[in-house]
């Protein structure tokens, strides 16, 4: 498998073997990313992915691969998901998945009882952070990516995803310490 | 910029390490999405259908620059010059036809001939006249030089003489027996080559497409009318310049009329370059 750059290029030629390996690639950060700012609404998350990958094969004509990529599509990954979080007024994050829709992944009833509670105080932490900085953290924490690179996805200055992170971490202790 | 932890940051940002591993723990307890199968492979169903489509060779060529360029620049070139070259062309080659009398048996050298590299030089040395004026403000506007622009102008219709010229000559073989194609085509491409050549060179060099497209048509009708003298003077040998329809000097003709476009080319590129330096 070639990097992300050689594979969307590829997918530029109408490759599918190319696309088949971005997609297998970003597939779960991708969903994972939408998830958390969809406030864990699973159906949305997929959604948003759905809608990010159809975006970025409209759009691939346009790239350029002496560019990095994975800026590039999370960056529109970004744009949907803020958009429709903020059409839904960004729902509270209490809104977890709809189980019954997936009864073959869900633990057995016994042990989601034990674990709710605490995902249910976590999610609940998380979604009171403003979007904004929510999404930073995710970038941060969870795809892993340098600041700098989440400020070329965000569209914004590294001073202002250094703040934004910034004030995330320390609304998130604040609450934790509320919580004590 | 250096990659940082979580818990860099979180250093940096003066949490105590208790609060740092309360955020760690946080972080790492929340939910996680599931990866369903089903709907990854529905996202790729759907992709597929916005794959674009491999591009053939001949679709690469059309979107290659230079083509863009040579058809961008159909568009703007006057149209007085294809309808001149096209119409005197015929017209030549209809008296050709007409005429047979007028060209004796096994001469590869016909009235078609002596028309083909006169259409053209005076069409290429109308070229640099009409941009002459406005040539820094067209680079300015698009991502060429000048003298590419020009080049693909003089390209254009040496192209279409060119191509008028093969279909003359075709034409005549078919009607005339005992002509070779390949003779018959030099006899006036190579003339063709250096006249254009020339007619370029004076254009841009005197900045007087009329002065430029006189010499080289002078120049042509006097070898013209001066080429079957026998015992004339010396002097009027030389000035017929009998070269230009000899088949010795064809290999030179067109490497000297390929040598004065570049040279007209180099020309207008110190000009512009002096003319920007000036701006």
Redesign the interface.
């Known amino acids: 498998m070639g990097s992300d750059e050689t594979l969307a290029a590829g997918v530029q030629q109408g490759n599918q073997a190319s696309m088949q390996a971005l997609v297998e690639r970003y597939y779960e950060p991708l969903l994972r990313f939408s998830f958390w700012l969809s406030g864990g609404n699973q159906a949305q998350a997929e959604d948003m992915v759905q809608e990010t990958f159809l975006r970025m094969m409209r759009g691939i004509g346009g790239y350029d691969p002496a560019r990095p990529f994975k800026p590039w599509l999370y960056a529109i990954a970004e744009h949907i998901a803020f958009n429709q979080v903020q059409q839904a007024k960004a729902r509270p994050l209490l809104d977890l998945p709809d189980e019954t829709a997936y009864p073959d992944h869900f633990p057995q009833p016994e042990e989601q009882a034990e674990r709710g509670e605490a995902r249910q105080f976590v999610v609940t932490e998380l979604g009171q952070l403003p979007l904004r900085q929510r999404e930073v953290i995710e970038l941060f924490y969870y795809e892993d990516l340098p600041q700098k690179e989440i400020a070329e996805i965000l569209g914004i200055p590294l001073g202002t995803v250094k703040s934004r992170l910034s004030f995330g971490l320390k609304q998130l202790r604040a609450r934790m310490e509320v919580k004590r | 910029?250096?990659?940082?932890s979580?818990e860099e940051?979180?250093s940096e940002?003066d949490?105590s390490p208790a609060?740092i591993e309360?955020?760690e723990n946080?972080?790492r307890?929340?939910?996680?999405?599931?990866?369903?199968p089903a709907?990854?492979a529905?996202?790729?169903n759907?992709?597929?259908s916005?794959?674009?489509?491999?591009?053939t060779r001949l679709e690469r060529l059309q979107a290659g620059y230079p083509v863009q360029l040579l058809y961008s620049q159909i568009r703007i070139l006057r149209r007085e010059i294809w309808q001149a070259s096209a119409l005197v062309l015929a017209l030549g080659l209809l008296a050709t036809l007409a005429l047979p009398a007028a060209n004796p048996a096994g001469t590869d050298f016909f009235l078609f001939s002596a028309l083909a590299p006169l259409v053209a030089a005076v069409g290429v040395a109308l070229l640099y006249s009409d941009i002459s004026r406005s040539m820094l403000e067209i680079e300015a506007a698009t991502r060429t030089t000048g003298p590419v622009l020009l080049l693909a102008r003089l390209t254009l219709v040496f192209g279409f003489n060119l191509t008028f010229g093969l279909a003359g000559s075709v034409v005549l073989v078919f009607f005339f027996n005992g002509i070779s194609l390949a003779p018959l085509i030099l006899s006036w491409l190579a003339p063709m080559t250096f006249l254009c050549g020339l007619a370029f060179f004076l254009s841009i060099a005197t900045s007087d497409s009329l002065l430029a497209s006189g010499i080289s048509l002078l120049l042509w009708l006097v070898h013209l009318l001066l080429r079957n003298l026998d015992g004339a003077e010396i002097w009027l040998q030389w000035v017929a310049l009998p070269g230009l329809s000899q088949p010795s000097s064809r290999p030179l003709l067109m490497l000297s009329g390929s040598l004065l476009v570049a040279a007209a080319l180099w020309l207008l590129d110190v000009r512009l370059h002096r003319e920007r330096n000036l701006l």
């Not at chain 2, 929340?30 to 369903?36: G, I, K, L």
């Open positions: 910029v250096k990659k940082q979580l940051r979180l940002e949490f609060e309360g955020i946080l972080l307890q929340a939910p996680a999405p599931h990866v369903r709907h990854q529905q996202v790729l759907a992709m597929t916005l794959l674009p489509q491999p591009e």
